[in-house]
């Protein structure tokens, strides 16, 4: 089946650094993709949606620019956490949207764990 | 308000036994999936369905429109089946394939 993978799997750095996630579709093209952040033991949060060509939609409270989102191909999104601060710290997981199958569906990155220390 | 419960939200069983998790949602629908997460966090679809049953392996994800609900079966369960089963869903209408997750359902299966 289609894959997405992220980029680091785990990730520490230091208060005020700049951090950045990959997404990537492994074998189709995601026109979107997704990215969502998980407390523990909570569900996923949608942060924003990120539109090839063009710029991510942001959900209600989340910064676009502490958390900025680039979409510049068919196959890789990328998240930079700006200036990370300790509460910045969670788990981030991206998805893909996928049409080729005949059907629409959605596949999810592995995850990338960020600690701000 | 879209909203998306999850039944039970914890769920210890035997290994060998029949386990059932259920989903619910307040209106209408064009696609419910089933997730499964393990610990460390990776997430796995385990199907999208929009009407029917689907069946893999010891999976079966069952969904009846008319009564907004879903079940996810698991038949002779193992410990290795023991992870966070997500319900999430696209209401009809929505923009973008935005999904909306249930809280999770946590499976404990002890050998």
């Known amino acids: 089946g289609a894959v997405v993978s992220q980029h680091p799997s785990r990730v520490i750095c230091k208060s005020g650094t700049s951090v950045k996630i990959e997404c990537r579709s492994l074998?189709?093209?995601?026109?979107?993709m997704f990215w969502y952040r998980q407390f523990p033991k909570k569900s996923l949060m949608l942060m924003a949606t990120?539109?090839?060509?063009?710029?991510?939609?942001?959900e209600q409270g989340v910064e676009k620019d502490k958390f900025l989102i680039n979409h510049a191909s068919l196959t890789l999104s990328t998240l930079t956490v700006t200036s990370a601060h300790p509460e910045d710290s969670s788990f981030y997981i991206c998805?893909?949207?996928?049409?080729?199958?005949?059907?629409?569906?959605?596949?999810f990155g592995p995850g990338t764990r960020l600690l701000v220390l | 308000k879209n909203e998306v419960e999850q039944s039970p939200q914890n769920l210890t069983a035997q290994e060998g036994e029949f386990i059932t998790i259920n989903c619910s949602y307040s209106?209408?629908?064009?696609?419910l999936h089933w997730l499964q997460q393990h610990p460390g966090g990776g997430i796995v679809s385990l199907f999208m369905?929009?009407?029917g049953k689907k069946k893999h392996g010891r999976l079966i994800a069952t969904i009846n429109i008319q009564e907004k609900h879903s079940s996810l079966h698991i038949t002779a369960s193992h410990p290795r089946d023991s992870a966070v089963y997500i319900c999430?869903?696209?209401?009809?209408?929505?923009?973008?394939?935005?999904?909306?997750f249930g809280k999770g359902t946590l499976l404990t299966v002890n050998p």
């Open positions: 998805s893909a949207r996928d049409w080729t199958s005949g059907s629409e569906t959605q596949y």
């Open positions: 074998d189709f093209q995601a026109t979107t």
């Open positions: 369905l929009s009407s």
């Open positions: 990120s539109n090839e060509g063009s710029k991510a939609t942001y």
């Open positions: 999430a869903v696209r209401f009809s209408g929505g923009s973008n394939y935005k999904l909306t």
């Open positions: 209106v209408g629908i064009s696609a």
